[in-house]
């Protein structure tokens, strides 16, 4: 029997998602834990069964694959699920290249639609901002799009705030999709302020803090040439051990509310802002799980204030990205 989880509206608009999404790059693009196309469709369909309806992809994963295992698996239930996938970055001489010029933006979004195998897209992202194409020009493209019944609703993934209010005013935006976490707070510097004064929903990509946060990764570990933490500064042996203190502010709070430190970290970011949907990823059933018993943790004003309190005195050590990726975000 399907679990029903709580749902939320991504800012004004009436697109409404369950609390927390599934993020679908890691099953077979970026980590070196990837699963079977087989065994990937077993676990989105999981996710629906056990009450996620929100399930987040892009064109690049894989590359070029990811849209199609999440397609395969949603087809059963595409009319009980938003789909949300992204246009704007491209392989080129197997480098990515920013473009999103009209004709690509179309050329990505008929792509997507085979791949996916639906004739609409529910949200559709533009991956990262193209500082060749004004974005007031990319919103005339998803405008057309729109209208022509191929895209819903239109958002931005790591774009600055001078961008997000251009390209609201142009058109109105459903989502940003960014990082947000525990220990990458920098949105609560500007981005959710404007969001919240703009009426646009905001979708934490790893809210996990790429595994960090779940407390299950030790402080020796040491990842594959595949896997993207290998050249994430935070995830060097030293800064790996200088941030064990946010783990142990996660892990006695978690205790004290009878849930993982996963669960919490989660927990907290719903309760940031009403407009906030987390899209945790995994690869394996168990976790999965416990990701979503993270809607179910609840924490009280008095709660919040206190983890507050405890993590201005703490300093994250080391960048979230190196430097040439930090470079194409907040444009």
Known sequence: MKTKMKTRKLGNS???VSAIGFGCMGLNYAYSNTLEKKESIALIRAAFEKGVTFFDTAELYGPYTNEELVGEALAPFRNQVVIATKFGIKLQDGKQVMDSSPANIRKSVESSLKRLKIETIDLYYQHR???NTPIEEVASTIKALIKEGKIKHWGLSEAGVKT???AHAAHPVTAVESEYSLWWRRPEEELIPTLEELGIGFVPFSPLGKGFLTGKISKEAKFEKGDFRSIVPRFTPENLEANQG?????NRFAEQKNATPAQLALAW????????VPIPGTTKLHLLEENIGGANVLLSSNELHEIHSMLEKIKVSGERYPAELEARTGL
């Open 14 to 16: 009436e697109l409404e």
């Open 246 to 250: 946010l783990l142990d502010l996660l």
């Open 129 to 131: 901002v193209d500082g």
């Open 269 to 276: 970011l719903l309760a940031q802002k009403p407009f906030i």
């Open 164 to 166: 997000i209010r251009r």
